[in-house]
């Protein structure tokens, strides 16, 4: 029972940014957001994870809204390699449990 | 970032038989791992939460007898597919959390095929 919601697919231009939205309407307090990204046939790979303030790193920004009920993943400028699933949880300490994610698709 | 090896990549093996799949944290020590199951254009559905030194704790619907967990060292962990049947053949996946428990770092998964 993901906290989740994401839409199912998406697709982006190569070079421009993709704009990943996510909802999380019952987050609590201690809880934070996390991304993962997950290439066919591999481990999800880790992109980033934030409390309240946005995030930023080498790969990706995240903006999470004031009242932490959304969050959006930004890849600044996409490329074919970031065609993959992307999943926006909700972790509390005790476990990680996946949504449906987003079926990210750059196109040349 | 921190590495989690996961083996054997894949395996076949017959309809009875029992496999092993070995998960370790390669640069960290990993109190807990979880495991993971994922089927074809499906998402990671969760098995079970592996403490070391501890018994797994299993995910409702999960059955313990048939996917045993051992997690005998900071850094090792494995799932035995017991008396593995066709309906077993899915992709395993695991994973660690880093000290401070702040990441989760996966394994390249294991795809089972039961004959």
């Known amino acids: 029972d993901a906290k989740t919601t994401q839409p199912p697919s998406m697709d982006c231009a190569e070079g421009r940014a993709a704009n990943l939205p996510c909802n999380h309407s019952t987050i609590s307090g201690n809880e934070y957001v996390y991304w993962y990204r997950q290439i066919h046939s591999q481990g999800p790979q880790y992109i980033i994870h934030g409390l309240k303030n946005n995030e930023t790193n080498e790969m990706a920004s995240l903006i999470i809204t004031e009242d932490r009920k959304s969050s959006t993943l930004i890849l600044p400028h996409a490329t074919l390699r970031d065609t993959a699933v992307y999943y926006c949880?909700?972790?509390?300490?005790?476990?990680?449990?996946f949504g449906a994610g987003t079926r990210l698709t750059v196109k040349p | 970032g921190a590495v989690v090896s996961q083996h054997p990549s894949r395996v076949i093996c017959k309809s009875g038989t029992s496999v092993k799949i070995e998960c370790r944290s390669l640069d960290f020590q990993a109190t807990t791992m979880f495991w993971y199951r994922q089927f074809p254009k499906k998402s990671l559905m969760l098995m079970a939460t592996s403490n070391e030194g501890s018994k797994a704790t299993y995910e409702q619907g999960v059955e313990k007898d048939k996917f045993l967990i051992n997690h005998a060292s900071l850094t090792l962990s494995t799932l035995t597919v017991t008396s593995a049947h066709p309906e077993d053949s899915s992709f395993y996946i695991c994973?660690?959390?880093?000290?401070?428990?702040?990441?989760?770092?996966f394994g390249s998964g294991t795809q089972l095929s039961v004959l």
């Open positions: 949880i909700v972790r509390t300490r005790r476990d990680m449990r």
């Open positions: 994973s660690a959390i880093t000290g401070n428990n702040e990441k989760l770092f």
